[in-house]
């Protein structure tokens, strides 16, 4: 098991959170993967606020696909899990984000008691729980604010059943080992008798996953390149965000869209005290999103330890979302 970073108690959020001590780790993590061959920046650092507000406008493309056919299936899926679950159930979702995909299940599922909310971005997650909240006012709502690659400890529970809940194909953020640990950490945060709701995206035609990574309004260009922002903002760097060009494809021979920011000239910036030079034309590999069939991503889960219990196909198979159960 992953031993989880140390945090300490937010006290004065009004809610159950975590907070990491420093954040060395991401000063860290950005100085060693600006080191490497192939510079890289971990995908999980684009969540601040203003990134995670570049993120829910990406969702309201036309282009970016994955958000409204996921939420078209959710009701279906709600409805079938509504017998599957009668009673006194809790709900954790992994990097909750504005916890709209939620809804459909809150909506069509009574025996859902608790909610627990885990998300790496505290502001975003305090504002998304008082809305819902209000909306849902018998539901109890325990938010957590934690990085979700790591075993969780949740809060006191009321009840037994837990249904994790990862939605949005975050899964596909990973490389197929991480993607692995997270779906064993999540049976260890989850525990016995658990289950899994989580949405994939399926591997399909480039031709979508290209508008989808690249949409006519610079939306996806603004959320790559806020990374840069917010290392500036965070760890003191000089990024020019604009000598860096957001670049996105499909590499078929590894199953992923990858997004990059692209260096359009030579130039060294200063992060945290160390000089990152750049040639014209190298890339900060920014983001990988894994793409599944549903054959493959069957085999990933029960070589974590889960049994695939049902599967949904979206439309024309743009999306899947599986339940899982914790095979103990
Ligand atoms: C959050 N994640 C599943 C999104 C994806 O599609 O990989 C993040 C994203 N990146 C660019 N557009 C959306």
């Known amino acids: 098991m992953t031993t989880a970073r140390s945090f300490y108690p937010a006290t004065d959020l009004n809610i159950t959170a975590y907070i990491p001590v420093v954040d060395r780790n991401f000063a860290d993590d950005v100085i060693s993967g600006l080191a490497l061959p192939q510079k890289q920046l971990h995908a999980k650092y684009f969540y601040d606020q203003q990134g995670s507000d570049f993120f829910d406008q990406i969702c309201q493309l036309e282009e970016y696909y ?123 945060t989850l525990g016995p008798d658990s289950h899994l709701l989580i949405g994939v995206d399926t591997k399909k ?33 000089n990024f020019e965000p604009d000598y860096f060009e957001h670049y996105a494809f499909y590499n078929a021979g590894q199953g992923r869209v990858e997004m990059h ?14 000089a990152v030079s750049f040639a014209a034309g190298e890339s900060i590999h920014t983001e990988n999103s894994y793409k599944y069939t549903p054959d493959e991503f069957c085999q990933l889960a029960e070589s974590a330890g889960w049994q695939v219990e049902q599967t949904w196909l979206a ?14």
């Open 66 to 188: 994955p958000y409204q056919t996921e939420l078209n299936l959710l009701p279906i899926v709600a409805s079938d899990l509504a017998n599957t679950f009668p009673t006194d159930c809790t709900i954790v979702e992994f990097g909750a984000g504005s916890l709209i995909k939620i809804k459909p299940l809150l909506s069509a599922m009574p025996g859902i008691r608790q909610f627990i909310p885990i998300d790496i971005s505290g502001i975003h997650l305090e504002l998304a729980c008082q809305q819902l909240q209000s909306d849902y006012p018998e539901l109890i709502v325990k938010p957590v604010v934690g990085d979700f690659c790591f075993p969780v400890e949740l809060p006191a529970l009321h009840n037994q059943q837990k249904i994790g809940f990862f939605p949005g194909s975050t899964i596909g953020n990973f490389c197929p080992a991480q993607a692995a640990s997270f779906l064993e950490n999540a049976r260890c």
């Open 205 to 237: 035609s480039p031709y979508y996953l290209h508008r989808a990574y690249n949409d006519a309004n610079g939306i996806t260009a603004k959320f790559n390149r806020n990374i840069l922002n917010r290392i500036n903002r965070e760890l003191g760097a």
């Open 315 to 328: 439309e024309k198979d743009l999306f899947a979302t599986y339940l899982l159960r914790n095979g103990n």
């Open 261 to 274: 920011l692209v260096s359009t000239a030579e130039q060294v910036v200063d992060v945290f005290g160390t």
